[in-house]
C-alpha cells in the first residue's frame, strides 16, 4: 500500500502549509480520538485565493473552477490533519465527515457535484480511510468571497 505522501506525489500535489485562522476560532480541535477541522477555503499552493476561485458558482466561476475549489478546500483539511496528529499514514483511522459549503448563485442546482472535488480527493489520497459521511449546502457568501469551503471530521488514534 502506498502512502499518503506518495499517492499526493502520484497526483502531483503536495500539502501545502496549514493555514492561520483569520478570526477568533482555532484551526482544529482534538477531543478524544477526534479531530474536527475548521472550514478551510481554496487557498492555492501560494497561500492565497486564486481569482478563478473567488465569486458564486453558476455566475462568476464555472464547475471545472468549482471542482478545483473543493478539492484545494480538501487538500486545506489534510494540511491541518496534518497539523493536528503529525502523521497522516499512521495517525488517521478514518475520514467520518466532510460538510461543504458552495457559494453560488439561488439557481445553481449541482452543488453536490461541485462537492465531490473534495470528496473525490479524499479517497484519492486516503483510500478506503477517505470514505465519509457528507453534507453539502449552497450559502450566499463565503469568507473573502471564497467559492468553496469544506469542514471535516477524523477518527484518529
Same mark, same amino acid.
Given at each position: 500500500?502506498? /502512502?499518503? +505522501?506518495?499517492?499526493?506525489? #502520484? @497526483?502531483?500535489?503536495?500539502?501545502? =502549509? $496549514?493555514? $492561520?485562522? &483569520?478570526?477568533?476560532?482555532?484551526?482544529?480541535?482534538?477531543?478524544?480520538?477526534? &479531530?474536527?477541522?475548521? *472550514?478551510?477555503?481554496?487557498?492555492? %499552493?501560494?497561500? +492565497?485565493?486564486?481569482? $478563478? #476561485? /473567488?465569486? +458564486?458558482?453558476?455566475?462568476?466561476?464555472? /464547475?471545472?473552477?468549482? !471542482?478545483?475549489?473543493?478539492? @484545494?478546500?480538501?487538500?486545506?483539511?489534510?494540511?491541518? @490533519?496534518?497539523?493536528?496528529?503529525?502523521?497522516?499514514?499512521? *495517525? &488517521?483511522?478514518?475520514?467520518?465527515?466532510?460538510?461543504?459549503?458552495?457559494?453560488?448563485?439561488?439557481?445553481?442546482? %449541482?452543488?453536490?457535484?461541485?462537492?465531490?472535488?473534495?470528496?473525490? !480527493?479524499?479517497?484519492?489520497? !486516503?483510500?478506503?480511510? *477517505?470514505?465519509?459521511? =457528507?453534507? /453539502?449546502?449552497?450559502? $450566499?457568501?463565503?469568507? @473573502?468571497?471564497? %467559492?468553496?469551503?469544506?469542514?471535516?471530521?477524523?477518527?484518529?488514534?
Amino acid at each position: 500500500m502506498s /502512502t499518503v +505522501k506518495e499517492r499526493l506525489e #502520484h @497526483l502531483g500535489l503536495t500539502l501545502p =502549509r $496549514a493555514a $492561520a485562522p &483569520v478570526a477568533n476560532y482555532v484551526p482544529f480541535v482534538r477531543s478524544g480520538n477526534l &479531530v474536527v477541522i475548521s *472550514g478551510q477555503i481554496c487557498l492555492g %499552493a501560494d497561500g +492565497k485565493l486564486g481569482p $478563478a #476561485h /473567488t465569486g +458564486k458558482l453558476g455566475a462568476e466561476v464555472s /464547475t471545472e473552477d468549482g !471542482l478545483v475549489a473543493a478539492r @484545494l478546500c480538501a487538500l486545506n483539511v489534510l494540511a491541518q @490533519l496534518d497539523a493536528a496528529v503529525g502523521d497522516l499514514d499512521r *495517525g &488517521v483511522v478514518q475520514c467520518v465527515r466532510l460538510g461543504g459549503f458552495i457559494n453560488c448563485v439561488p439557481s445553481f442546482s %449541482a452543488i453536490a457535484g461541485i462537492m465531490n472535488g473534495a470528496s473525490d !480527493l479524499m479517497v484519492a489520497v !486516503l483510500g478506503e480511510r *477517505g470514505r465519509h459521511a =457528507r453534507s /453539502t449546502i449552497g450559502v $450566499a457568501e463565503l469568507p @473573502l468571497d471564497a %467559492a468553496v469551503e469544506v469542514e471535516a471530521m477524523f477518527e484518529v488514534r
